[in-house]
């Protein structure tokens, strides 16, 4: 028995030195890493995750600085050069671009006119959005020149081919969906599906190689745990976090929280099918209960913009108007021009039947929930019973089950390449993409079509500007607040600021300290 | 009644009885008449009065669209443990019976019911819950289906192992050679004994499945916003964990506090009964 104690005790000790031996070799370690800084690298946590990263399937091909595409959108959202130099449009149907000279794969081989031109047909190949994005009819290489033929007169192609997934790659390399080879200022390490990327960067990057020797960006869909993995240290850059996690970050020494307006926007899409939301009385008064500045204020803590119309207000072709004002006692008179009336439980009701509305939202983006919740209370107050149900996956609900829904929180990328085009042809139009409230207003129609064909950058402004007026007349969407995108960042993190277009998230530039 | 429990409870050392009793009182109480006590309306949003801490007008504060705490909680109380109460009395109404039948009458009829149940049973519960109220669509009703199809089970399989042994009893074999009707039988002689069992597991899994329908409202599938069930209440309140934990402490602790009421008098009742029981055996 006194044996066994003993041998115990013995064990324990042993125990405690090996651990205790342990932990000083680990933190000898990492004081090497950091006073050597041989091996800068930099974690980042972002929030939707990427099961591939082909290129010409996901996003994260270009916003990992793995891939480059040939023209980019700057920073004041203006179309500039990236892996072609320059470009020339012939005619109405020919596009000419000339190719840096200077740029080589990750395999060490050069980017020419060829190389280009097969990643574009790889690209068409497998992405059919892309394809009908960019309307190609034929190529032609010739040296580090390459024509684009569009199948019709399209202006647009330019700002379209700043679609990520119009990125140039590589295409004879194996296993493209875990390690594409391409342009950029990183190649990939290892890919696991929906959890992480590790990059490592390539030495003989064009535009001058990299300051960070190795970047993992790691994927979590929870806002919460992102806001408490930068707070942990364990990430140094956090994208998207909710705006109610951000107050320990703000006051947080080491942490800093960088807020910029995104091309995005908040919305109630109405259901134009349904027979209550046809008659626009009804749905002018359901934006007059839309509170955009509590929605801004409080909700979003600040770190949003009030919204007119689907564009944001920085970009020429936006609506000038000032966002509706909240105005409960006007919507009651306009519901009542439309025939409905109080009953005797105080809810308005027409012909007998009561206003009642099914109001969609996910918790994708954790405001939404709230907006609804806030706008259910509105119209509560006004007699009209609002029902709010949460679903998991919006889109397919949205689409496969439209007779049930009335309204939705909806939230829609509207200018992705600096243009306002790709929204009015998407959303607006009968079969467009993102159109299931099955809107359907013919002179907004016509504009979109008459946008498709025109060429001249200020009529193209003009046309824009009256198809979001006459959006804004028939209320076919109440626009309530442009998101900023809110990063949670590590103080150590330098030359790195989150940019609108949210493509470019990991630069040669960006540093650590 | 009550007192009389209270006071034999007491003398036999039966603690847990007692506690369970005085929460269950506590709790009802408040669940019946604390709605009128509290002068708030727990749907009244007012986005003026975010995240306050308790003051004198709010006394638990607010959530994050400015609603009454206290307000939302004892509004939820009645919801909770009413839906969970709902929930076993269903349970227990398809249950008995299908347990009664399988066990009084045996044969195939037996065999056919028990491959169901044994069928169900193989299911880990939470998990077909979810799959069933996943099918259905998130909202109440369907939770309240979800829970009952995987809770009836239960009693079946208990039911019917509690037949079996009472079938065997001389009483049973006296009722029958005296030419009572089956349903005569189960019903006068078998199932008085069988009640004491299923009163006790019901006081258990009340709490259990109020344990279940919190689960559900906390991962999106049961009430759905602005209900304040408890569990949506906390999933409400993940966000703000850090800046405001109390918005998830206090549907937190209204929870606990409920499922060990049930359970205290689960328990309670249990050696209740076993002592009433031994007794009569002396």
Redesign the interface.
């Known amino acids: 028995m006194k044996n066994k104690k003993t041998i115990a005790g013995l064990l324990l000790a042993l125990l405690l030195i090996i651990t205790a031996c342990n932990n000083e070799a680990g933190t000898e370690e990492e004081e090497k890493d950091q006073s050597t800084s041989e091996d800068k690298s930099l974690t980042m946590l972002y929030s939707f995750a990427s099961k591939t990263i082909d290129p010409h399937q996901d996003w994260m091909g270009v916003r990992a600085g793995i891939a480059e595409t040939l023209v980019k959108i700057e920073e004041n959202l203006e179309i500039q050069p990236w892996l072609a130099e320059s470009w020339e449009q012939k005619d109405e149907t020919t596009w000419v671009f000339t190719l840096r000279d200077d740029v080589t794969f990750h395999d060490g081989s050069t980017m020419d006119g060829e190389a280009v031109k097969a990643s574009f047909e790889r690209a068409i190949e497998v992405n059919e959005a892309l394809d009908s994005a960019l309307k190609i009819d034929k190529m032609e290489a010739d040296g580090q020149q390459i024509t684009f033929k569009t199948t019709e007169e399209y202006p647009a192609f330019l700002s379209e081919l700043v679609h990520t997934n119009a990125s140039i790659i590589k295409t004879d390399a194996e296993n493209i969906g875990e390690k594409p080879i391409a342009t950029g200022a990183f190649q990939v390490e290892s890919f696991s599906s929906e959890e992480a990327i590790k990059l490592k960067k390539y030495p003989r990057y064009w535009d001058g190689e990299a300051n960070l020797d190795h970047v993992t960006i790691k994927f979590n869909s929870d806002?919460?745990v992102r806001?408490?993995a930068l707070q942990s240290g364990e990430a140094d850059i956090a994208y998207h976090l909710?705006p109610?996690?951000l107050?320990?970050i703000e006051s947080h020494n080491d942490l800093r929280v960088e807020s910029v307006a995104s091309l995005r926007v908040h919305f109630f899409l109405y259901n134009s099918a349904k027979p209550e939301l046809q008659d626009v009385k009804v749905r002018q008064a359901l934006d007059l209960l839309v509170?955009r500045p509590?929605a801004v204020e409080?909700i979003m803590n600040g770190h949003a913009t009030a919204a007119s119309g689907p564009f944001n207000p920085d970009f020429k072709f936006a609506s000038e108007k000032e966002p509706a004002a909240y105005d409960p006692a006007k919507a009651e008179m306009l519901l009542r021009e439309a025939g409905y009336e109080k009953n005797a439980d105080g809810k308005l009701e027409k012909d007998g039947k009561q206003l009642e509305l099914t109001l969609a939202t996910y918790?994708g983006r954790?405001e939404l929930?709230?907006m609804?919740?806030?706008f259910?209370?509105?119209a509560?107050n006004l007699g009209i019973k609002v029902?709010?149900?949460?679903v998991?996956n919006i889109d397919s609900y949205l689409w496969e089950q439209q007779q049930e829904w009335d309204l939705v929180t909806y939230s829609n990328l509207t200018a992705p390449r600096g243009d306002g085009g790709y929204f009015l042809n998407v959303s607006y139009l009968p079969d467009g993409s993102l159109n299931p409230g099955q809107i359907n207003i013919p002179e907004v129609n016509n504009l979109t079509k008459q946008l498709n064909k025109e060429a001249d950058l200020e009529k193209r402004i003009d046309l824009q500007k009256r198809a979001v007026e006459i959006v804004q007349e028939e209320v076919s969407q109440s626009f309530i607040l442009h998101p900023h995108i809110i990063v949670g960042v590590n103080q150590r993190v330098k030359n790195w600021k989150p940019g609108s277009e949210e493509y470019y998230l990991i630069t040669n530039e960006m540093d650590v300290e | 009644m009550k007192t009389a429990v209270i006071r034999t409870s007491l003398s036999l050392g039966n603690v847990n009885l007692v506690l369970g009793l005085l929460l269950a009182v506590f709790i009802t109480s408040v669940t019946l008449i604390g709605g009128s006590l509290v002068p708030h309306d727990p749907f009244q949003v007012d986005m003026g009065n975010r995240l306050q801490n308790s003051s004198s007008i709010h006394w638990l504060g607010t959530d994050q669209l400015g609603r009454d705490i206290l307000a939302r909680l004892v509004y939820g109380a009645k919801l909770t443990i009413g839906l969970g109460t709902v929930a076993i009395v269903v349970a227990i109404l398809i249950g008995v019976p299908v347990g009664l039948i399988s066990g009084y009458i045996g044969g195939k009829v037996d065999a056919i019911l028990m491959r169901i149940v044994d069928g169900i049973l193989s299911f880990p519960d939470f998990i077909l819950a979810i799959a069933i109220a996943g099918i259905l669509g998130p909202n109440l009703t369907n939770l309240l289906i979800a829970i009952v199809l995987v809770r009836w089970i239960v009693y079946a399989r208990v039911v019917r192992g509690l037949v079996l042994t009472e079938k065997q009893k001389e009483y049973v074999l006296v009722s029958q050679t005296a030419n009572s009707s089956s349903l005569k039988t189960i019903r006068m002689h078998i199932l008085p004994q069988v009640i004491p069992d299923i009163i006790v597991m019901a006081a258990i899994d009340v709490g259990k499945v109020i344990l279940l329908v919190s689960s559900f409202s906390y991962i999106g599938l049961g009430a759905q916003p602005p209900i304040p069930e408890w569990g949506a209440m906390l999933n409400d309140g993940r966000s703000y964990f850090q800046v405001k934990p109390l918005l998830m402490v206090y549907p937190g602790i209204a929870i606990m506090l409920t499922v060990l009421c049930f359970n205290l008098l689960g328990d309670g009742l249990k050696s209740h009964y076993d002592i009433r029981r031994g007794r009569g055996r002396i």
């Not at chain 1, 029902?387 to 949460?390: A, E, F, I, L, Q």
């Open positions: 806002g919460n806001a408490l909710p109610e996690s107050k320990p509170n509590v409080e918790e954790p929930p709230m609804a919740q806030y259910q209370s509105e509560a029902n709010v149900v949460t998991e």
